[in-house]
């Protein structure tokens, strides 16, 4: 129990530290004193800030499997999913300015690579599309949103992605289920995809 608890802290604080400044300026010494605890303290439990920053991605993803509601849209899950970037943006800016970029983007790409398998998997149900076109489908709107929210992150961040993401669902209403039933009526598609 002390063991979580430590962890978490040390989360928590990591998460305080990068909304007040790049993760070029925190330092291990100044995270355990944030914690209350002493450097080999954080080094129990972790072997440096990445070992931190992965955990907390891997945290965030499992939350979004887990608390995925089929009773939403795409656009209110994807909302809902992204709620860690969007109530943590300096924090995420300061990650997308640092070594940990690339992380940071595949994060996001398994995040809206998750709610979109979900989503069309749930639509999926309705109809006979094959399976590798459900995955395809799944695919394309997958690399549309993460390379969205990305973009957002390099630019200014100013605009509200939430306002954005709803004006693409009304937009595109319609569009997954017409997909699916397209597939209905197309040749059998014998290549094999996934999505990573």
């Known amino acids: 129990m002390a063991r979580n608890y430590t962890k978490e802290l040390i989360v928590q604080e990591l998460i305080k530290l990068l909304n007040k400044r790049s993760l070029h300026n925190v330092t291990v010494t100044e995270l355990a004193k944030c914690c ?29 499997i887990a608390e995925f509601n089929e009773t939403l ?17 300096t924090c995420v800016k ?21 709610v979109m398998r979900l989503y069309v998997g749930r639509i999926a149900r309705s109809t006979a599309a094959q399976a590798a076109d459900i995955n395809l489908i799944a695919y394309f709107y997958q690399c549309a949103l993460s ?12 605009t509200d992605p939430k306002v954005i993401t709803r ?15 397209r597939s209905e009526k197309l040749e059998e598609f014998t290549q094999s995809f996934t999505i990573e």
């Open 167 to 181: 004006r693409i669902g009304k937009l595109m209403d319609g569009n997954i289920l017409l997909s699916l039933k």
């Open 147 to 158: 390379s969205a929210l990305i973009q957002w992150m390099a630019g200014d961040m100013q």
């Open 73 to 89: 849209s795409w656009e209110e899950s994807f909302i809902s999913a992204a709620k860690f970037i969007l109530d943590n943006k």
């Open 94 to 114: 300061h990650l997308y300015e640092s070594d940990y970029k690339l992380d940071l983007e595949n994060y996001i790409f398994s995040l809206a690579g998750e």
């Open 36 to 64: 209350n605890i002493e450097r080999k303290t954080f080094y129990y439990h972790y072997e440096n800030l990445f070992q931190v920053i992965k955990e907390i991605f891997a945290a965030e993803l499992e939350k979004v």
